[in-house]
């Protein structure tokens, strides 16, 4: 079922690519938040531990990517696969040390540590290029096409989107899936069924570290550009898990409606109401929040569930 | 000897920074305590009060010191629709569902501080504000001194309606446990909302006695808030003695660093000792719970 | 009756197809979000560029239109509107304020190969190595330092040699300050002087009197600082609380130059020299006149910012109607045969020099504040209005 909504989604990027051809930007924009959210989610949402500090993964994977590329002069590719690994590993040791905090507690030190990561980024001028940054001015080109293309990374981004949605459905389903979501909902009574929390949350993080990682890898191909500032910045963090959480935590699809709705509304807004943009983009989280506080996609299955109970007692 | 002074220097500057950076804890920490919130907007409230500070200061001529007596109240007011509107709905939703509602409404304020403002940064100029005063040697700025005063006296107050009054029962009885407060009949819907609004004027308070130190940008809230929430956990969060031991102690920790060892990293201290107090000592520095939340 | 307006219809669509199509200029620039007060002052700018330009008939008597394009301060959005300026056929797109949205914009642009003019953005980086398609008419941040180092050798040349050995510096951690802060340890390298100490800050709000208690201990006798808008306020008035005194105290651009840096500092802000890109003293045509429109639709004092986008509508402009066509590759040769000897933003010419390539020479200019006003002291390597020393603090 949930992969034929993969082939629905697919058909709708095709659309799009077809029927928008002057906002390829904007949908890469789309497709690569999308991603990151649906890879949040699985940290955030389905194992139940908000994270404000995906950001740090974005700008691994951008740098990664970046300095393997035009220092190293290694492919691209070789790149992303380093960059997820590192990024799997950064997400174990952070995990490793966090996991012993809960709710809140966990959330302010995800953002100390994206912040800790930041501040390395910029200080760290032999790597990183620090405040001026890195450029990436040429890269191998896989199969003869051009990186730097707009329409190919248009499909990229909508390739890492599918990618991304049936890893997560595939770990969803299967038995990780059922001990993150006891873990979410319980964590003493999964313990006493067997279930080892830690090591729950750290495959659920580092999944979910190396999928942002490799989003941060497109991106940072896209940008060609790389500063420390917008990409390691706490807004970018907030931004994945907005997203996710609009949408619907720990429903596969959600992040993805989330980020739709999110770019979608922060454009028609940019062009319509021009200065009070961010005023309403700010005024819809608090809305929905409020109306809908298990995200759209959580209400719509709310919805559809109290109806069909409905039904059964009526029958 | 030759160091003393530069390093007393240090030690009072920060304490008086730390002392800002308390009243904005404290009011973080209270807004915790209580109704479990994470307050994202809460170095938005502190824009807004230096938004109203230069406001009342370009239009009315009105010394930031005197327009406090309006901020305080207006941000109890504030606070109390804010907590009424928004976050009375929520407090049976799921845990993060305050913090997404407080992090949108950080925005709204953002933005419309913008809007209403414009981006161009705004001060207010006091003659008396890059005054002086030589104490053996160190030198006490005015402006300082008299915001570490006003700090003083407002948290005394907060510390007497907390401890002394009806009121403040009500309030700590709420944060030990609101349903048990509710079956001895406290009115924790009412608790909740004063409590918002009592971090709001704190903060907006903070933001009053900073307007003549440093500059307003619409933007400049989320520094506020990240250095709350160090401040808050430093101290335990939810504690209000421990914010303003928190708070204290970051304005010191800033200090020696920039001074004695790279300033690149200044605020990765303070981090790093978040990040460490937050995994050794829950409970915060001067915390004796062992379990909380 | 209906003949009637059947004849005013077509005298009407007859009359709009005399005038020519409008020709289309596209600006990327921050409207909203955190660079918006830059995005004010371009506004300003431009607005006071069409009214002239089409004044003076247009391009080749077409009116001439500007496409906004806000990037809400953040690099998605500019490179998503970028993309539908190239796709509309924009002949010419300008952008953008930060170098964090710009140098992304000038990579795609570059791939695209459309002509793009930076008006306002100054990281070297941005033509330093640049490509054919990227054009910058804006000052580089290395001129912000440089500028004041010409001060330096004019103050040690007026005072005798050994006047000014020693500098120390603070600037923000982003990437234009850290690239001022650089250029001032090349220049200091280059030219003879020792830098004692350098210390970088964080986000804006800082205190940075631990810093300046670090520096106290050092008597430098240059305090080189680069900040934004905020932050040199702080930096001014603390530096007076501290009682940090030096023979010296220079503004490396961005916040020193605004002229809410000497309404916010007071006494404070007196005799620090600042570098800037253009003011209404500089010695090019029509420069009082146009400080006093800016002044008039900004409701205040301008900052260099809008002079540059002025000066950036003038000049594409110049390149349009000079262009043998609207399209890429002529507008390119255009921009690269522009010649404006007499603007008011100077001689607009875009050459290759010191690894700089399609970058217009400019000086920058020096001020310093003297009884709270800005004076502009030094511009095209000449002492224009006497530079005053500076005093301790104890004897103000």
């Not at chain 1, 309403?280 to 608090?286: F, N, P, S």
């Not at chain 2, 160090?230 to 800033?254: F, K, N, Q, W, Y």
């Not at chain 3, 914009?105 to 008006?119: D, I, K, M, N, S």
């Not at chain 3, 208690?213 to 930096?235: H, Q, T």
Request: negative net charge.
């Amino acid at each position: 079922m949930s992969y034929l909504r993969l082939g629905l989604v697919a058909l709708a990027g095709l659309a799009w690519f077809l029927l928008l051809p002057d906002y390829r930007t904007l949908g890469i924009n789309l497709l690569l938040l999308a991603g990151w959210a649906t890879a949040w989610d699985l940290l955030g949402g389905w194992s139940g531990q908000t994270s404000l500090g995906h950001a740090a993964f974005v700008g691994l994977g951008a740098y990664t990517v970046a300095v393997t590329g035009t220092s190293w002069d290694l492919a691209p590719w070789w790149g992303a696969l380093l960059a997820m690994a590192l990024a799997a590993l950064l997400a174990l040791l952070w995990g490793k040390l966090t996991f012993r905090l809960r709710g809140s507690y966990f959330v302010l030190a995800s953002i100390a540590v994206a912040e800790i990561l930041r501040l390395v980024a910029i200080n760290e001028r032999e790597l990183t290029g620090g405040a001026i940054g890195l450029f990436i001015f040429d890269l191998k080109e896989p199969f003869g096409l051009d990186l730097f293309d707009r329409g190919v990374e248009f499909w990229l981004a909508l390739g890492y989107l599918i990618l991304v949605l049936a890893i997560a459905a595939f770990v969803t389903r299967g038995r990780l899936g059922y001990q993150m979501r006891a873990v979410r909902e319980d964590e003493p009574s999964a313990e006493a069924a067997g279930i080892n929390p830690e090591a729950v949350k750290l495959w659920a993080f580092a999944i979910s570290g190396g999928l942002t990682a490799l989003g941060g890898c497109l991106y940072g191909i896209v940008l060609s550009a790389l500063q420390p500032q917008p990409l390691f910045e706490i807004h970018l963090s907030v931004r994945i898990a907005l997203v996710a959480i609009i949408g619907g935590r720990g429903t596969l699809f959600g992040p993805l409606i989330g980020a739709a709705l999110i770019t979608v509304a922060a454009e028609l807004f940019r062009n319509v109401f021009a200065e009070a943009n961010l005023l309403i983009y700010g005024a819809l989280i608090v809305i929905v929040v409020l109306f809908a506080p298990s995200g759209l996609l959580g209400e719509v299955h709310r919805w559809t569930v109290r109806r069909r109970y409905a039904r059964g007692a009526r029958g | 000897m030759e160091g003393l002074v530069p390093l007393l220097q240090n030690v009072t500057g920060g304490l008086l920074i730390g002392g800002i950076y308390a009243l904005i804890g404290v009011g973080l920490s209270l807004i915790f305590g209580v109704m479990r919130v994470i307050n994202f907007a809460h170095g938005e409230f502190v824009a807004i009060g230096m938004y109203l500070a230069i406001a009342l200061f370009v239009d009315l001529g009105l010394d930031p010191y005197v327009s406090l007596l309006i901020a305080l109240p207006a941000g109890l007011l504030a606070g109390w629709l804010i907590q009424r509107v928004v976050l009375a709905r929520l407090i049976d939703s799921p845990g993060d569902s305050t913090l997404l509602a407080t992090l949108g409404l950080s925005l709204v304020i953002a933005n419309a501080l913008f809007l209403l403002f414009g981006a161009e940064p705004r001060s207010i100029y006091l003659p008396y504000a890059t005054a002086t005063v030589n104490l053996a040697g160190i030198r006490l700025p005015v402006a300082q001194l008299i915001a570490g005063g006003i700090t003083l006296a407002v948290i005394t107050a907060l510390w007497l309606l907390l401890n002394r009054t009806e009121i403040g029962r009500a309030v700590r009885a709420t944060a030990q446990n609101r349903l048990g407060a509710e079956l001895v009949g406290v009115n924790t819907r009412r608790v909740h909302a004063l409590v918002f609004g009592l971090g709001m004027a704190l903060a907006m308070a903070a933001g009053v006695i900073l307007a003549p130190l440093l500059f307003a940008i619409p933007t400049v809230g989320s520094s506020y808030t990240l250095k709350a929430f160090v401040v808050t956990v430093l101290g335990g969060l939810g504690s209000v003695p421990g914010a303003i031991g928190g708070g204290l102690l970051l304005g010191v920790v800033e200090f020696l660093g920039a001074s004695y060892l790279s300033s690149g990293y200044r605020d990765a201290y303070g981090l790093f000792a978040f990040l460490i107090v937050l995994l050794f000592r829950p409970q915060g520095l001067f915390g004796r719970e062992t379990k909380r939340v | 009756m209906f003949s009637k307006v059947f004849a005013l219809l077509l005298v009407l669509t007859t009359g709009l197809a005399l005038a020519q199509e409008p020709v289309q200029i596209g600006v990327i620039t921050s409207i909203t979000g955190r660079f918006a007060e830059f995005g004010e002052q371009h506004q300003a700018g431009v607005q006071i560029a069409l009214e002239d330009v089409n004044a003076a008939g247009g391009i080749n008597g077409a009116p001439v239109e500007v496409v906004w394009e806000d990037d809400t301060s953040e690099v998605n959005a500019a490179l998503a509107a970028a993309e539908r300026l190239v796709n509309q056929g924009i002949p010419l797109v300008m952008g953008a304020y930060s170098s964090s949205i710009t140098n992304p914009l000038a990579q795609y642009f570059t791939r695209q190969q459309r002509p793009f003019l930076v008006f306002t953005s100054s990281d070297d980086a941005i033509t330093r190595p640049g490509s054919e398609w990227i054009f910058r008419l804006n000052q580089p941040s290395f001129a912000y330092a440089e500028v004041l180092f010409n001060v330096f050798d004019q103050l040690n040349a007026d005072h005798g040699d050994g006047y000014l050995e020693t500098i120390v510096t603070i600037h923000g951690n982003g990437a234009f300050e850290t690239a001022v802060a650089d250029a001032v340890d090349l220049l200091a390298e280059e030219r003879g002087y020792t830098v004692l100490d350098r210390q970088d800050y964080d986000q804006s709000g800082a205190d940075f009197r631990p810093i300046l208690n670090r520096f106290k201990g050092l008597e430098p006798d240059v305090v080189f600082m680069v900040s934004y808008a905020a932050d040199s306020v702080a930096l001014a008035r603390q530096i007076q609380e501290v009682g940090l005194n030096a023979k010296v105290f220079a503004g490396g651009a961005a916040g020193f130059a605004l002229p809410n840096f000497i309404e916010g500092s007071g006494p404070a802000a007196d005799y620090v020299y600042t570098a800037t890109m253009w003011t209404q003293e500089v010695p090019y045509p029509g420069a009082e006149e146009l400080n006093a429109r800016l002044t008039e639709v900004l409701g205040r004092a301008p900052s260099y910012h809008a002079a540059q986008a002025y000066a950036g509508i003038i000049t594409a402009v110049d390149v349009l109607s000079r262009a043998a066509s609207l399209e890429p590759a002529d507008v390119r040769a255009a921009l690269e045969a522009t010649d404006m000897p007499d603007t008011v933003y100077g001689h607009i010419a875009f050459t290759d020099y010191q690894g700089y390539q399609n970058q217009a020479r400019l000086p920058a200019v020096a001020q310093q504040v003297q009884d709270g006003e800005f004076v502009t002291v030094y511009v095209n390597g000449q002492v224009v209005n006497p530079m005053l020393d500076t005093p301790a603090w104890g004897d103000r």
